[in-house]
């Protein structure tokens, strides 16, 4: 049991690992690495305003979205501290237009977001590192599309690293999500949230509203039905939006919430990425108690079409996010 110092991540990884007698320690590593990279990335966030490396390096990457200077060193950290492992064959980044093969032939491949909400850097905006990992499925060392084209229901491990008030690390191996807060003075995580629950009560939705001329009917008719909880007795639910979906998701995680990025006129296929964004966020949220959807299906259920699939998204209390896949399903009658 932990004492008067907490539980730290290690700890903890190891302690999960201990519930599968087969395992070989691997993933345990690869988690331990990941927290080694956001440690590193949260110190240069942190710093940011102060190092010169705020702003945009002026590129544009496979997304079409504009560079920024931290995009790059998170993309570096993580290419050095968890492509150097040795436990990965394959990283997917939302910053490289292709698979990073790994030739010292890990067991395991990763995708990730470096620095999700990235463009809120400027204005110190809560920003995060979203990841997702899956087992290497085929035999030999060549690393094929059945390797890296997984759907979410696959994952073997997910999470992020938020670095905000305070760096935090929210992860799940399919036992649980449980919250680590970074000490700097001992550069340790610290268990901070253990077991973290979403099937309490919706308070806070999520959406840029900003959107709303491009929305497909469904949407308008769905945020009514939420919106209807809201009387004269009781505001019930309240907007919380901040344009970065790593924190957006975090603070309905912590206080119960939905977050919606539908697909609409503007971003037919949706705007989120679902390797590395909505995969990787629907395994915790399910994990919580939870639930992800692109208004049809399970988000862990989408079959990948390529490296930078993109699909809507609506994430948070499972009743409001079935809600809206009960308003699409009304719509296309
Ligand atoms: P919009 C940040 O760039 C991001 O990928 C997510 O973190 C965020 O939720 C979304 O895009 C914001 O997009 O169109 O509302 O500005």
Same mark, same amino acid.
């Given at each position: 049991?932990?004492?008067?110092?907490?539980?730290?991540?290690?700890?903890?990884?190891?302690?999960?690992?201990?519930?599968?007698?087969?395992?070989?320690?691997?993933?345990?590593?690869?988690?331990?690495?990941?927290?080694?990279?956001? @440690? +590193?990335?949260?110190?240069?966030?942190?710093?940011?305003?102060?190092?010169?490396?705020?702003?945009?390096?002026? @590129?544009?990457?496979?997304?079409?979205?504009?560079?920024?200077?931290?995009?790059?060193?998170?993309?570096?950290?993580?290419?050095?501290?968890?492509?150097?492992?040795?436990?990965? /064959?394959? +990283?997917?980044?939302?910053?490289? @237009?292709?698979?990073?093969?790994?030739?010292?032939?890990?067991?395991?491949?990763?995708?990730?977001?470096?620095?999700?909400?990235?463009?809120?850097?400027?204005?110190?905006?809560?920003?995060?590192?979203?990841?997702?990992?899956?087992?290497?499925?085929?035999?030999?060392?060549?690393?094929?599309?059945?390797?890296?084209?997984?759907?979410? $229901?696959?994952?073997?491990?997910?999470?992020?690293?938020?670095?905000?008030?305070?760096?935090?690390?929210?992860?799940?191996?399919?036992?649980?999500?449980?919250?680590?807060?970074?000490?700097?003075?001992?550069?340790?995580?610290?268990?901070?949230?253990?077991?973290?629950?979403?099937?309490?009560? /919706?308070? /806070?939705?999520?959406?840029?509203? $900003?959107?709303?001329?491009? #929305?497909?009917? #469904?949407?308008?008719? #769905?945020?009514?039905?939420? +919106?209807?909880?809201?009387?004269?007795?009781?505001?019930?639910?309240?907007?919380?939006?901040?344009?970065?979906?790593?924190?957006?998701?975090?603070?309905?995680?912590?206080?119960?919430?939905?977050?919606?990025?539908?697909?609409?006129?503007?971003?037919?296929?949706?705007?989120?990425?679902?390797?590395?964004?909505?995969?990787?966020?629907?395994?915790?949220?399910?994990?919580?108690?939870?639930?992800?959807?692109?208004?049809?299906?399970?988000?862990?259920?989408?079959?990948?079409?390529?490296?930078?699939?993109?699909?809507?998204?609506?994430?948070?209390?499972?009743?409001?996010?079935?809600?809206?896949?009960? $308003?699409?399903?009304?719509?296309?009658?």
């Amino acid at each position: 049991m932990p004492g008067t110092h907490g539980l730290t991540l290690t700890a903890h990884i190891r302690n999960t690992q201990s519930l599968h007698p087969e395992a070989r320690g691997e993933l345990s590593a690869l988690l331990t690495q990941v927290g080694v990279a956001g @440690k +590193m990335i949260s110190s240069k966030v942190n710093m940011a305003g102060l190092l010169g490396v705020l702003g945009s390096t002026g @590129k544009i990457n496979v997304q079409g979205e504009i560079v920024q200077k931290l995009d790059e060193m998170a993309e570096d950290v993580m290419q050095d501290i968890v492509g150097g492992s040795g436990l990965v /064959c394959a +990283m997917l980044s939302e910053e490289r @237009k292709d698979i990073l093969e790994i030739e010292t032939g890990g067991r395991y491949v990763i995708a990730y977001d470096p620095l999700d909400g990235s463009s809120n850097i400027d204005a110190n905006v809560s920003i995060g590192t979203i990841f997702s990992i899956f087992r290497k499925l085929s035999p030999g060392t060549e690393v094929t599309r059945a390797d890296t084209m997984q759907k979410g $229901c696959e994952q073997v491990a997910a999470g992020y690293i938020l670095y905000g008030s305070s760096t935090v690390f929210v992860y799940t191996a399919g036992e649980g999500v449980h919250g680590f807060t970074l000490d700097p003075s001992v550069g340790e995580y610290i268990l901070s949230h253990p077991d973290i629950r979403l099937d309490g009560k /919706c308070k /806070c939705f999520s959406i840029n509203q $900003c959107n709303a001329p491009y #929305w497909d009917a #469904w949407v308008h008719d #769905w945020i009514a039905r939420v +919106m209807e909880r809201n009387d004269a007795d009781k505001r019930r639910i309240s907007g919380r939006h901040i344009g970065s979906l790593v924190a957006d998701f975090h603070r309905n995680l912590i206080y119960g919430g939905v977050f919606a990025y539908p697909t609409d006129a503007r971003s037919p296929k949706g705007k989120l990425r679902l390797m590395y964004e909505a995969s990787p966020l629907a395994f915790i949220a399910e994990q919580a108690g939870g639930y992800a959807s692109d208004g049809r299906i399970s988000i862990l259920d989408l079959e990948p079409e390529e490296l930078h699939h993109r699909t809507g998204l609506i994430i948070g209390n499972r009743p409001e996010v079935e809600l809206a896949e009960d $308003c699409v399903g009304r719509a296309s009658i």
